[in-house]
């Protein structure tokens, strides 16, 4: 049997930008604490916010378990305010991840928040893996993902840090044998538009869900071959499987 | 010794706690957390008798105390839920009720037919879902009509007969006779409240169907006030749905009159949620020393 929420302790929650936090937990688990790619339903309060929030695993080091995450609603407010010591329930680890069974030159491509699944998959690909990193104005996490990688492009929108515009913009596809990708809808829509062997263009998905374990269907998702739960079949998919504007 | 068994309409649960339509799946995700035999029953995700891929746009929308959710019936249709998740459910030690959907009352009838030649112990006539266009809500909101599709579905069903009451009846009460005397052995109540959320930024309604069904803790007492008018008005078992978050809510809803409950949005948040429900309720019994449910049952 699988164990249900566990209380784990806050080790450390960290802003790292504006609004960006990093968030430690501390867990002791005998299981695989998940792959890149999988994810965790967190919440640190009681039934207000009723629902728990999904966030990826951006890092796991021993018993520490890593989080990124944006405040941009009630849910990831209350995150911001915890403390080391402080209790946090975890379901997971959720969902299916990143195939790590790669060959090739691989590009990693993340915008913004969607930088957290992509921070742990170039610990664990590190091979000569190229990481192309967008973001809005303020730049984070690139010194830890340096050590992992053979190289990094970095844009700005206000140009402030790396190359100014879109990380779409310097994103040179033709590069590479194997991308994976992960951020805003937009974002991963283009790049899968821009890669020519599509079938090996992988991108995590995100969707508004209840439940995080495969049966409220909130955030099931038309895909190629059917209906699929972003939670339990995702949040990897292949980038030629997902219709972007649905 | 305490003893939390109940029958309703010849069908014994061990205790009275179902897994809501909906909520659970098909029970295979919550079998990894805890043996689902542990359920009084489940009751499955909304069956139509052709598989739909369900609704687009935003599914599911937060609120005070509550879920919204507009997921129109996504199912894969009857015949492949006979073939492929019946069999699961029924290795499963509990009883097993399929949630029937349709758009016209021969789709209806139809599905019944089809489930009748299965091991299924009952079937709940879901003619309350708030997210399809045509069928769903529109049978379960006019006594007449809801009579009349009760009516077709009892000549040909040989299992026992839920009808699942939407709170959008025009007259509760009515609706509830109205059914039973259609030939409904039992009563679930209640689905899903229409609700309305709107994105300010965007200008527009959350949901593409413009309204949605709100679940929840916030709608418990008026869910519980349904029940307690309804099982006062009718004899046959009545089964209470609505905000259920922990035991302390089941045993108002077995004093308000109903005889077994659904617990539904709690899964959502945690997925040991009916199996610490079913625990809870014991604990209860044994502290108060009540050795039945029925020592309490409509006791208000």
Redesign the interface.
Known sequence: ?????REVDIFSNTEIAKDIFELKVQIESNDSMGDPGQFYML?SWD??????RPFSICNVEESVLTFLYKVVGRGTNYLSKLKPKDKLKV?GPLGNGFNLNVSGKVALISGGIGIAPMIYLAKKLNTGIDFYAGFTNEVYYMDYVRKYVAKIYITTEDGSTGQKGFITDIFRPEKYDVVFTCGPSPMMKKVVENCENKSSVFVSMES????G????????I?TKS??KRVC?EGPVFKGEEVFFD? | MIDTKVNIAGVEFKNPVIAAS????FGR??S????ISKLGGLST?GLTLRQR??N?G?????T????M?S?GL?NPGIDAFIEEELPFLNSQDTVIIANVSGNTIEEYVISVEKLNQTEIDMIELNISCPNVKEGGISFGTKAEIASNVVTQVRKVCQKSLIVKLSPSAENMVEMAESCVEAGADALSLVNTFPALAIDISKKKAIFDNITAGLS??CIKPIALRMVYEVSKAVDVPIIGIGGI?DYRDVIEYIMAGAWAVQVG?A??????ACAEIIEGIEEYLQKEGISTLEEIRGII
């Open positions: 049997m699988k164990v249900g929420y919440r039934l207000d916010p009723l629902l728990s379901l508004v869900m209840a439940c374990m495969g049966v409220c269907l909130g955030c099931s038309k059917g209906m339990k649905d | 909906g909520t659970f799946g995700e919550f990894e957390y805890f043996p995700k891929e369900g687009k935003v599914r599911i929308h937060e005070t105390g509550g879920i959710n997921i996504q929840g803790p978050m949005t899964n959502f948040i945690n997925p040991n």
